[in-house]
C-alpha cells in the first residue's frame, strides 16, 4: 500500500538545524508532488513547503523560505526538508503529503499523509 513515513525529528537549540526525512513506498515520486506540514498545539496545519516533481520546482512559506531547504532523493524514494536557524516558532509536529499531480499548486492539499514526526526547540 502507499506509505509515507516521515523520520528526523528531535530536540535542538534555537538557531540550530534539523533534517527531517520523507520516505515514499508503493508510488514513484518522480511521478508526484510531495509537501511538508506542520502543525503546533491550537493551531491549523500549514504548509511549510513543497516540490513539485513536474519541473524540480520549490515553494515556502514566507516565514521558512530562507531557513529551510526542501529536496528529493529518488534513488531513495525520500523527500527531504533541511531546517537551519530554527526559531521559538517552528516548534510543531511535521507531515509530508502526497499531492494528486506533479505540481505544487495552491492551496496544497495531499491525497495521503504520514503520521508526522516531532519538532522540538529547547530554550
Known amino acids: 500500500q502507499l506509505q509515507l513515513v516521515e523520520s528526523g525529528g528531535g530536540s535542538v537549540q534555537p538557531g540550530g538545524s534539523l533534517r527531517l526525512s520523507c520516505t515514499a513506498s508503493n508510488f514513484n515520486l518522480a511521478e508526484y508532488a510531495v509537501a511538508w506540514f506542520r502543525q503546533a498545539p491550537g493551531k491549523e496545519r500549514e504548509g511549510v513547503a513543497c516540490f513539485a516533481s513536474f519541473d524540480n520546482a520549490t515553494y515556502y512559506k514566507s516565514t521558512v523560505r530562507d531557513r529551510f531547504r526542501i529536496s528529493r532523493d529518488y534513488a531513495k524514494n525520500m523527500v527531504i526538508l533541511q531546517m537551519n536557524r530554527l526559531k521559538p516558532e517552528d516548534p510543531a509536529s511535521y507531515y509530508c503529503?502526497?499531492?494528486?499531480?506533479?505540481?505544487?499548486?495552491?492551496?496544497?492539499?495531499?491525497?495521503?499523509w504520514g503520521q508526522g514526526t516531532q519538532v522540538i526547540i529547547s530554550s
Open positions: 503529503g502526497k499531492l494528486s499531480g506533479s505540481m505544487c499548486w495552491p492551496p496544497w492539499s495531499p491525497d495521503s
